[in-house]
T-cell receptor, first 118, second 112 residues
Framework: GAGVSQSPSNKVTEKGKDVELRCDPI?????LYWYRQSLGQGLEFLIY????????KSGLPSDRFSAERTGGSVSTLTIQRTQQEDSAVYLC????????????????FGPGTRLTVL | AQSVSQHNHHVILSEAASLELGCNYS??????LFWYVQYPGQHLQLLLK??????LVKGIKGFEAEFIKSKFSFNLRKPSVQWSDTAEYFC??????????FGGGTRVLVKP
């Protein structure tokens, strides 16, 4: 079946502008994750949604970053007043979602959005 | 907070050579362990995973990994690599909660 899709694949923006990145998870997956892949920091967790529960925002680097998930499916990651250090590949992943801290879920990743802030 | 270390940043080897990539994590409780691969120009793909049971896990494309709890390690191995194994390999750990903590990645170049 279709995998995780993300759009746009590339985004170039000017410093100070806001950007929105979109993620379409695998159909039926209740859990959705955002990660960031950058040269200096490697792969970092940003935020996690599970069903109707409050999201785990513990990885968001600043209050300029926010994300929402509408209708339990599509998610949008918004970065306000972008800075050059926000340049990275933003990855979305989804998983079937199981309850409990010891979930045996496997996360499946999308192709990412490459963000370049000039 | 948990952390994951991959000892080798770059590995260069010839086809048919054996490959072993090290991965150590720091977390004292129960963990789930993963190896992901990113081929040039492609997205992250799951190679193999360990949740419980047999500590020797077999994945796709002839890869395997061994979980050694006493050493907090989950090393990846392949007996005979091919040029198509050129990629970046990431070890990841899921401890408390559901987020993955990744190692820094190892770039593997297989010379034909």
């Amino acid at each position: 079946g279709a995998g995780v899709s993300q759009s746009p694949s590339n985004k170039v923006t000017e410093k100070g502008k806001d950007v929105e990145l979109r993620c379409d998870p695998i159909s039926g997956h209740t859990a959705l994750y955002w990660y960031r892949q950058s040269l200096g920091q490697g792969l970092e967790f940003l935020i996690y949604f599970q069903g109707n529960s409050a999201p785990d925002k513990s990885g968001l680097p600043s209050d300029r970053f926010s994300a929402e998930r509408t209708g339990g499916s599509v998610s949008t990651l918004t970065i306000q007043r972008t800075q050059q250090e926000d340049s990275a590949v933003y990855l979305c992943a989804s998983s079937p979602g199981t309850s409990g801290a010891r979930s045996t879920d496997t996360q499946y990743f999308g192709p990412g959005t490459r963000l370049t802030v000039l | 907070a948990q952390s994951v270390s991959q000892h080798n940043h770059h590995v260069i080897l010839s086809e048919a050579a054996s490959l072993e990539l090290g991965c150590n994590y720091s977390y004292g409780g129960t963990v789930n362990l993963f190896w992901y691969v990113q081929y040039p120009g492609q997205h992250l793909q799951l190679l193999l995973k360990y949740f419980s049971g047999d500590p020797l896990v077999k994945g796709i494309k002839g890869f395997e990994a061994e979980f050694i709890k006493s050493k907090f390690s989950f090393n990846l191995r392949k007996p005979s690599v091919q040029w198509s194994d050129t990629a970046e390999y990431f070890c990841a750990v899921k401890a408390a909660g559901n987020k993955l903590t990744f190692g820094g990645g190892t770039r593997v170049l297989v010379k034909p």
